[in-house]
């Protein structure tokens, strides 16, 4: 027998309505923020993520699925949503449309890593993208998008933690302190660590082996390496929040793991577990090829979304739920059955039969299993009555109503 592929996995039964139900409530909240939706290909060029997440990033050196085609181009299945985005804005001529751009998708991601809580190689990603703008309003209306939707879902215990990792000057001068730090602990820190600090010394700050994060609790902040107009910016999305009531920690060991963020960088806690993260990436679009742009996003997880729903609200159990199951007997009544149903999903009533050529009795077991609010049987009787007997299947309770008479009557009892 065939398996699945290691660190992916089958959505099916009750956890698929729970994603649709989850992906309705992701749409409409974009709709109500006019943020549009954007479908980009599976798979870019791999230059598309060296270059827009980063060459020293843990996703382009270890985790990405890359593959030659035919004509020797080297392509990526898509590792993060962000690239594509940029790459399509640009390619597009978005920035000639009225600013911002504001966009949203719903898509499967992949990344070759250890499958973890809530992470496998295969994952869906929820992400937003704003684009044309470099003022702290759009970051905040980013978090907020946020901070609206995991209140819509329900999660409990939800913590906003935030930083500001400044300009790209600010950085530099932040690389430089922190470089200073790390030189005089780099015996006790991890391997991953010592070989992050020669390429990218920020990202040591994101590590989660014990002992590296007890001596990087010590370590510089970045906020003191700010100039004044990166710590007014910062100040001013903090303002903007409070405004709008959504209460936030700062936090600089934040420091997100691509490369192209930039000043304010940000994350959604619960349960221990990041559950979204997001930050400014001002530098991106240029350097995907396009005119500089300031732009803000996030990033959700929808697996480990769906995980902390299971472990804050119960298990997902499948609830199957019909309108009506119709029951037949002899040839007549089950040739009739089968166009009754039919009808009756066309006027917009959840319907069900018998296509197994059942006894009564278990249909009638069939139609228990399934949900069914209402049942009835048809036979020879009712066909040359023109009448059937609809049964409320909670009560026992039943009603004679005309075959013509059905759907009318079931649509005004299942609204």
């Not at 504001?102 to 973890?116: A, D, G, M, V, W």
């Not at 991953?192 to 590590?207: I, S």
Request: proline content about 3%.
């Amino acid at each position: 027998m065939i398996q699945l592929v290691k660190g992916t996995k089958d959505i099916l039964g009750a956890e698929v309505k729970a994603w649709q139900d989850i992906e309705r409530k992701m749409r409409n909240l974009c709709e109500t923020f006019g943020i549009g939706e954007i479908r980009t290909p599976i798979f870019e060029f791999t230059e598309l993520f060296v270059r827009g997440v980063g060459e020293t990033t843990d996703i382009v050196q270890k985790e990405m699925y890359t593959f030659t085609d035919d004509g020797d181009r080297s392509l990526t299945l898509r590792p993060e949503g962000t690239a594509g985005v940029a790459r399509a804005y640009i390619e597009h001529g978005m920035h000639n449309q009225a600013q911002p751009t504001k966009l949203y998708y719903i898509s499967p991601t992949f990344r070759c890593e250890n499958t973890q809580a809530g992470r496998q190689r295969q994952f869906h990603q929820f992400g937003v993208e704003m684009l044309g703008s470099y003022s702290a309003a759009q970051d905040a209306e980013s978090i907020s998008v946020a901070a609206a939707l995991l209140e819509e879902m329900g999660i409990q215990g939800v913590e906003l933690r935030m930083n500001s990792l400044g300009c790209p000057e600010c950085r530099s001068r932040y690389n430089k302190t922190l470089r200073d730090f790390i030189g005089q602990n780099l015996d006790k820190l991890c391997p991953t660590c010592k070989e992050r600090f020669e390429k990218n010394p920020l990202r040591v700050l994101d590590c989660k082996e014990e002992g590296c994060k007890t001596i990087i609790a010590n370590a510089p902040s970045v906020l003191d390496c700010l100039d004044e107009e990166c710590t007014g910016h910062f100040q001013k999305v903090q303002d903007i929040l409070t405004e709008m009531g959504i209460a936030f920690t700062i936090d600089p060991k934040i420091v997100r793991g691509l490369d192209y963020y930039t000043r304010t960088v940000y994350e959604f806690i619960s349960d221990g577990l990041t559950v979204c993260g997001g930050g400014r990436y001002d530098n991106l679009i240029e350097e995907c090829g396009g005119k500089p742009t300031g732009a803000v996003g996030f990033g959700l997880g929808i697996e480990r979304l769906v995980m902390i729903l299971e472990k804050q609200k119960g298990e997902i159990v499948e609830a199957p739920e019909r309108d009506v199951f119709i029951g037949s007997m002899g040839d007549k009544g089950f040739l009739k059955a089968q166009g009754l149903a039919l009808s009756l999903r066309k006027a917009g009533i959840s319907a069900d039969c018998d296509t197994v050529e059942r006894s009564v009795k278990a249909q009638m077991k069939y139609a228990n299993k399934i949900g069914a609010k209402y049942s009835l049987v048809i036979g020879d009787s009712e066909l040359e009555n023109g009448v059937v007997e609809l049964k409320e299947m909670e009560t026992g309770e039943k009603t004679s109503i005309s075959i013509t008479e059905l759907a009318n009557v079931l649509a005004q009892k299942c609204k």
